[in-house]
């Protein structure tokens, strides 16, 4: 009996040592993959985008280093695509944006008309050339932006798509699309497990987007699949799409035990 006790007790030392190298180990995925200043490097195809009428260059931007005039037309078009959505929410939810937007750990991708003079320079140095939603006439503009970061859910490094935002201009053109296989070719390269992002429910079109389009689904940590009762009063669905199996386990699969 004192035998088994002690092997109970190795066991469990064993174990821990085992869960605290694993935390170790995902800690440092994130840690990699969030101090890459540009991701778009590694894919250089992804850096230009010319169809269905639109043709735009992607840069990369850091939460930290925004210039006031690009902050000012991330909040205004946030405004301008968000507020009707959240309804009464957004006075409470727009000032959570703003504090996420300029968050160290937020990683940009900006989308700007393409013009025949392109330039290599962080998208946070040229704010002289930022205009903002309903402004025409310049080419050289931005037209949306995607804010991702790295972070683990449910012990599984992940890419988290907090803001994934396009102009009128530059919606129906396949952009959007292109834009969520470029996060899902980032994260495959940096080693998550899978891409995750919140969805409004009165969003029926972004809804559809991700899962009829892109094939994401509602992951067990969202509200609905946790316990619906609590579902039903939320206003949002987590989605998510994995790459392996055990993320499948840890933010899929769960979902099927109520039936």
Not at 58 to 67: F, N
Not at 185 to 190: E, G, Y
Not at 195 to 224: C, D, E, G, H, W
Request: net charge positive.
């Amino acid at each position: 009996m004192e035998a088994k006790r002690l092997l109970s007790g190795k066991e469990k030392k064993i174990k821990r040592k085992e869960v605290l190298e694993k935390k170790k180990a995902i800690d440092e995925i994130i840690k990699k993959a969030s101090s890459v200043k540009d991701h778009l490097v590694s894919f250089p195809p992804f850096c230009h985008y010319e169809r269905n009428g639109i043709s735009v260059c992607l840069e990369s931007g850091l939460g930290d280093q925004l210039a006031s005039p690009v902050k000012k037309y991330i909040q205004n078009l946030l405004k301008v695509n968000m507020e009707g959505l959240y309804g009464p929410e957004w006075q409470m939810e727009e000032k959570v944006k703003r504090r996420e937007m300029v968050s160290p750990e937020a990683h940009y991708i900006f989308v700007r008309q393409f013009t025949n003079t392109t330039s290599n320079e962080n998208f946070s140095t040229k704010s002289e050339e930022t205009t903002y939603p309903g402004q025409t006439g310049d080419r050289n503009r931005l037209v949306g932006f995607v804010h991702y970061r790295f972070i683990v859910e449910e012990d599984i490094p992940v890419v988290y798509v907090y803001e994934l935002q396009l102009e009128t201009c530059a919606q129906r053109k396949g952009l959007g699309k292109f834009l969520m296989q470029l996060i899902e070719l980032i994260a495959r390269k940096n080693h998550m497990g899978a891409v995750m992002l919140t969805v409004q429910k009165a969003n029926v079109l972004a809804m559809n987007f991700y899962a009829t389009k892109l094939r994401y689904i509602i992951s067990n940590i969202s509200p609905s699949r946790v316990d619906p009762l609590i579902g039903a009063e939320k206003s949002y669905e987590i989605l998510c799409k994995t790459f392996d199996s055990e993320a499948k386990a840890k933010l899929e699969e769960k979902q099927q035990d109520g039936g």
